[in-house]
Nanobody, 116 residues
Framework: QVQLVESGGGLVQAGGSLRLSCSAS????????MAWYRQAPGNQRELVAG???????NYADSVKGRFTISRDNAKNTLYLQMNNLKPEDTAVYYC??????????WGQGTQVTVSS
């Protein structure tokens, strides 16, 4: 089992920055890949950015060049640096992990609100 706890959300003006953190605990040795998803009201949950255990990253087109995903294995923490935020980035952001057994884990979510 893996437990994920997000932090770092909040209210920011358009053009501002936030950094989200996701602290992992439990069977962290089994984690293969991690990602950030987001869900805005009335919308489906969508992938924002992902990173493999080898460090390969991928991003949604809407955030390329503005968001950066990274992981600190020593601290068991996943990050999402978000720059030049836009009102359309407003959503609940979720941390996600998949382990070697292909089990999926989700955090509780953290709200990001970008005002225009």
């Amino acid at each position: 089992q893996v437990q994920l706890v997000e932090s770092g959300g909040g209210l920011v003006q358009a053009g501002g920055s936030l950094r989200l953190s996701c602290s992992a605990s439990g069977s962290i040795f089994s984690i293969k890949s991690m990602a950030w998803y987001r869900q805005a009201p009335g919308n489906q949950r969508e992938l924002v950015a992902g990173i493999t255990s080898g460090g390969t990253t991928n991003y949604a087109d809407s955030v390329k060049g503005r968001f950066t995903i990274s992981r600190d294995n020593a601290k068991n923490t996943l990050y999402l640096q978000m720059n030049n935020l836009k009102p359309e980035d407003t959503a609940v952001y979720y941390c996600y992990a998949k382990d070697r057994y292909k089990d999926n884990y989700w955090g509780q979510g953290t709200q990001v609100t970008v005002s225009s």
